[in-house]
């Protein structure tokens, strides 16, 4: 059976928390959407780290799930997309919480104009349309759902749907890629080995400073010396981590601070409301940023 219209919203649809890239653009409406049309047509902007694309390529080519493993805000979706692009697949993206289930991501039996139809979840959208299927905090996610994603991540690549008594094999160009990061999660919620010894493992970190100061350019177009002070502010608030900051700035925070800049906001108050306060509550700490900030510009 295949499946003609979802709908889509981005905070919220039949439970799942998808976001959906089309031309380029994420969808901020509601929208109905085919699998085919969740493609990135644009060439989204990323800067390599290291061997990460040659890497993903060649795990797409031999039908391997890959593992994105780092902090965030370090690119990890912005890659995902940029492969999507390159590998010209539709990419389906699932944010996991804590109450997504299996039949969330497989799919379910729902009542429309009193009938009963089967609709697909998101994971079998991307089956069946031989797309990117993107699990974000995938140890966020239900265990049962680890145990859908078995069968699909090892060398049988099938979808079991049981409630709906079908065996879904996947196409080749169809690739699951998940994330997670090891530093947040607990030791309880950690990936177990018999689910991350199927995927082939990427590393991701914030880049080196030449590299992130070309990403604070090229994503803010403030100039060359602000890339620069923004990149070793955050380099100071790196150094902090484990002393008081679960984590440093990441990219993401700099891009912030330098659209900010870039609108004519001081740099100053641009890093207290961009970066220190998105880092921390905590009084003290608030005001040891802040003087990084202020020591820096
Ligand atoms: N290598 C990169 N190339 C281009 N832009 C980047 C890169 N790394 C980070 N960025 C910038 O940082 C922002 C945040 O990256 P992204 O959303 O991909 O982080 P993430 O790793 O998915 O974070 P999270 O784990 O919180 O979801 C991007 O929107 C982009 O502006
Ligand atoms: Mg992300």
């Known amino acids: 059976m295949s499946l003609a219209v979802v709908i889509i919203d981005r905070t919220h649809c039949c439970s799942h928390n998808e976001r959906i890239i089309q031309h380029g653009f994420r969808m901020t409406q509601a929208r109905t959407l085919k699998p085919e049309e969740y ?17 993903f390529e060649a795990a797409w080519n031999n039908q391997l799930p890959v593992l994105l493993k780092g902090p965030t805000g370090c690119g990890k979706t912005r890659f995902m997309e940029y492969m999507a692009w390159r590998l010209k697949r539709p990419l389906i993206t699932v944010s996991c919480h804590d109450d997504l289930t299996s039949s969330d991501l497989v799919g379910r039996y729902l009542i429309s104009g009193g009938e009963t139809v089967w609709v697909d979840g998101p994971l079998a959208r991307a089956v069946r349309s031989g797309s990117i299927c993107y699990l974000d905090e995938v140890v966020e996610a239900r265990k049962d759902t680890t145990v859908v994603i078995h069968p699909l991540c090892d060398d049988r690549r099938v979808l079991p749907m049981e409630k709906h008594g079908e065996l879904l094999e996947a196409p080749d160009e169809f690739c699951m890629a998940i994330s997670y990061n090891p530093g947040y999660q607990s030791v309880l919620k950690d990936l177990k080995q018999s689910t991350r010894q199927r995927f082939v493992a990427l590393e991701f970190d914030y880049p080196q400073a030449e590299i992130e100061q070309k990403i604070v350019i090229r994503e803010t177009s403030v100039d060359a010396e602000t890339a620069r002070l923004l990149v070793k502010f955050a380099e100071m608030t790196r150094n902090l981590k484990g002393n008081g900051l679960d984590e440093g700035a990441s990219t993401r925070l700099l891009v912030h601070a330098g659209k900010l800049i870039q609108s004519g906001v001081d740099p100053v108050a641009a890093c207290t409301s961009a970066v220190s306060q998105a880092l921390t509550d905590d009084p003290e700490m608030l005001q040891a940023v802040n003087a990084l900030g202020s020591s820096v510009f």
């Open 39 to 55: 493609t990135v047509e644009t060439e989204p902007y990323y800067e390599p780290i290291g061997s990460e694309i040659e890497v």
